[in-house]
């Protein structure tokens, strides 16, 4: 998902890099096609495992951040319509929030319909390219942690309990933690490509 902010080009070798503040074009797609085959893209497949290793896939989503957010390019953008690795990792981290909150929804009441999160108006009046990426990290792996410790707790009927999101599409807990897992896994290597795009040309 590229998006948030941009702010001025500046020339460094053979190419440019990006920090911060013009508005990116947000993301229109719907990825909810990740539960029906494998994303060519990062290579995640949601669909062979059990469901009791959604837990620990969460917390292996959650793992690299601190690692990737301590780059010194992590407030830089690798091109123009693209989030740096600051901006994604603040995108992971309220990803994870939203999770708890979801799936906490599904598991205690019934039928729960989910207000829309704008996640490009979130990037935009948060300054995810301003936070402070230690603090981030921090609080990702603390919502990481949460949404898994969540998971953790499902048994029997409660995996199949089910919500909708705000246009209408259907989740239950299994889906939707299948669904989830792809997110920040998806953006790890988004993270990852734009670090080797920045190396080559600084």
């Excluded at 990006?18 to 719907?30: A, L, M, N, Q």
């Excluded at 301003?130 to 409660?158: F, H, I, K, N």
Aim: hydrophobic letters at 35%; a negative charge; one cysteine or more.
């Amino acid at each position: 998902m590229s998006r948030g902010e941009q702010q001025i080009t500046t020339p460094r070798a053979r190419g440019f890099l990006y920090v911060g503040d013009v508005t990116i074009e947000p993301e229109t797609k719907s990825w909810i096609w990740v539960l029906e085959r494998k994303c060519e893209e990062c290579g995640f497949d949601t669909r062979p495992f059990p469901v009791e290793d959604i837990a620990q896939l969460l917390r292996e989503a959650a793992e690299p951040w601190p690692a990737l957010l301590t780059h010194p390019l992590v407030r830089v953008r690798p091109q123009e319509d693209c989030w740096s690795a600051l901006e994604y990792g603040c995108h992971v981290r309220d990803a994870f929030r939203t999770g708890v909150y979801r799936v906490h929804r599904m598991l205690q009441e019934d039928d729960p319909r989910f207000e829309n999160w704008d996640q490009d108006e979130t990037a935009v009046s948060e300054r995810y390219d301003l936070q402070d990426p230690l603090v981030v990290a921090s609080e990702l792996l603390a919502a990481g942690t949460a949404l898994a410790d969540l998971y953790d707790t499902v048994q029997g009927v409660q995996w199949q309990r089910p919500g909708l999101r705000s246009d209408g599409a259907p989740f239950t807990v299994d889906s939707f933690g299948r669904y989830f897992v792809h997110d920040p896994m998806h953006h790890i290597a988004d993270v990852q490509r734009g670090y080797e795009r920045l190396s080559r040309v600084v």
